[in-house]
C-alpha cells in the first residue's frame, strides 16, 4: 500500500485513517462547526413551520403545467437567455423596465451570489437580529465577518444602532428583509432611506414576504445607487420550484450575475413558471385570502392567556407564550398533535417565540383548538 494514496494515509498507529478522519483534517473548522440548516421532515399533520401557501394549484393551471412540461425537451441544456420568462416577471411582479434582472435557484442562491460578488475574505455583512439566518450563513460560508444589529425589544428597526454599526464596520453588504422573517414587521421606508444614505457598500432589500404587505421598493429598483431588490416565489405557492430574482441597477446585476452557475434555473422550472405566470391572478387571490386571515388569527391568539401576537406584515405571526407553559413547552405539546410550528431554542431574543405560518381556516382552527387545549 502507498502511504501517499489519497484516503489511505496511515494515522499514528499505523492503521488508514477514516472517512471521519480525513474529513475532519481536510473540511474547514469553521464548516465543521456548523450545525445544517434544520428542514422539517415530517410531512404529515398540519404544517405551519415553513411560510408556505396552504391552498394548492387549481387543475387548470395543473393542467397547464402538464402540458408545459411534457413540450419541455429535458435532453437539452437551458438557453443561455431567458427572454420569455424575464418579460413574464416583468409583467407580472412589476420590475420597471430599466431594472437589471437576475434569476436564481430561489433567493438563498441570490444572497449566496450577492455575498461573494461583494465580499473578500474578512468583509463584513450586516443585518438586524433575529432575521433570516441565511444572511449570518451566507457570510460564514464566503469567509465574510457577519455583524448582527439586535431590534429593539419590540422588535422594531434599531435606527440608530444600525447606523452606529455601518459606521463602524463600514460593511459591503447590509440586508434588510422587508418584512422582516421571523418578526412580521417591515421597516419604516425613511429607516431604508437612512440606511441606505449611510451605507458604503451594497444594501440588498430582502421583499420575500412583501405580497402580504402594503409598500414595496421594487418601483425604484433601477434607481438607487446602491441597493437592490430581492424576491422569491416560495411563499406565494411555489416553494418547491426554487425560483428567486434579483432587481437592480444593471452594473450591479452584470456583476453579480458573473459568479451564476450556468444553468441556474432549469428548463423545468422555466416552463413552469411561464406557465404559472399566465395565472398570476391565482396566486394573487391566494396571497389575499391568506393576508385577509390574518388579523382573525391573530386575535384569536392574543385571546389566549399569556400570549401576546407581534404585529406581522407576513404570512406568518410571532407569538410570544409567557404564560404557564413557555414557547419550547407550547412547541412540543403542538408537535405531539401533529402540529408544526416554528420554535427558536438557540435565540434568547425570541425565547418563548413561536413563529406560525398563515394557513387555511381550517388549520387555524385547529390550531387554535390545541391551543386552547394545551393551554388549559
Ligand atoms: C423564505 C425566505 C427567503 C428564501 O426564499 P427561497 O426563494 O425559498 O430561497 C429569502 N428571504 C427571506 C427573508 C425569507 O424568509
Known sequence: M???EPG???????????AAERAATTIRPDIL?????AVGHEDDGIKLDAMENPYGLPDVVRDAIAAAARATPLNRYPAGRHDALESAVRAAFGVPDDAALLFGNGSDELISLVVQACCSPGDT???????FVMFDMSARFHHARFVGVPLTAAFELDLPAMLAAIRAHRPKVVFLAVPNNPTGGRWADDAIEAILAAAPGLVVIDEAYQPFADGTWMPRAAGLANAVVLRTVSKIGLAGLRFGYLAGPAPWIAEIDKLRPPY???VLTEAVMLAVLRHKAVLDEQAARLRASRDGLARELAAL??????P????FLLAR???????????QALKTRKIRVRAFPGDPALRDCLRISLGTPDEHAALIAALRDILG
Request: net charge positive.
Open 2 to 4: 502507498n502511504a501517499a
Open 8 to 18: 489511505r494515509r496511515p494515522a499514528a498507529d499505523g492503521r488508514a485513517l477514516t
Open 33 to 37: 462547526a456548523l450545525s445544517a440548516y
Open 125 to 131: 455583512v450586516l443585518s438586524p437580529v433575529p432575521s
Open 264 to 266: 441556474n434555473v432549469d
Open 305 to 310: 392567556p399569556g400570549v401576546t401576537v407581534h
Open 312 to 315: 406581522s406584515s407576513a404570512n
Open 321 to 331: 407564550f409567557s404564560g404557564k407553559m413557555g414557547g419550547n413547552a407550547v412547541h
